[in-house]
């Protein structure tokens, strides 16, 4: 999870990390099937940062089960959607309900992913 933050960080504009971080400085991404608490950092100076645990709590979260993520993340952008009005991802606190706030940041995120996974198998998954 850390090394798809990393990809997404570096297609995230400056501009909208620096606007994400007057609204929220944490954002909780929970895969609840592998109950990992990923902590976004959202910084001043518009990079983002990563941490395992967070040393405050999080304005907002997002939870899901890894295999919603995984075919979001692989092409099928219409199963997050549906997921999204199902509640099967649950999206909390003020930053993360704000769509204008959330959005920017979730194909770049999703992109991230599939990198990281492409990465890790050694090969292109698509």
């Known amino acids: 999870m850390r090394r798809a933050v990393e990809l ?16 929220c400085r944490t954002l909780c991404w ?3 099937d592998y109950r990992l608490r990923a902590y976004l950092l959202f ?3 518009g990079t983002i940062g990563y941490s395992t645990s967070s040393f405050a709590i999080p304005e ?5 089960e890894s ?27 003020g930053p993360a309900e704000n769509l204008d706030f959330f959005l920017p940041f979730l194909k770049p995120f999703l ?5 990281a996974c492409e990465e890790l198998a050694g ?3 698509q």
């Open 111 to 115: 992109e991230g992913y599939r990198q």
């Open 67 to 93: 295999s919603l993520l995984h075919q979001a993340a692989f092409g099928d952008t219409s199963a997050l959607a549906i997921a999204f009005l199902t509640g099967q991802v649950r999206v909390t606190g």
């Open 43 to 45: 910084r001043e100076d």
């Open 30 to 32: 929970e895969i609840r």
């Open 8 to 23: 997404a960080a570096q297609r995230i504009p400056v501009s909208e990390v620096r606007r994400a971080a007057q609204i």
């Open 123 to 125: 090969t292109s998954l």
């Open 60 to 64: 907002g979260s997002v939870s899901m």
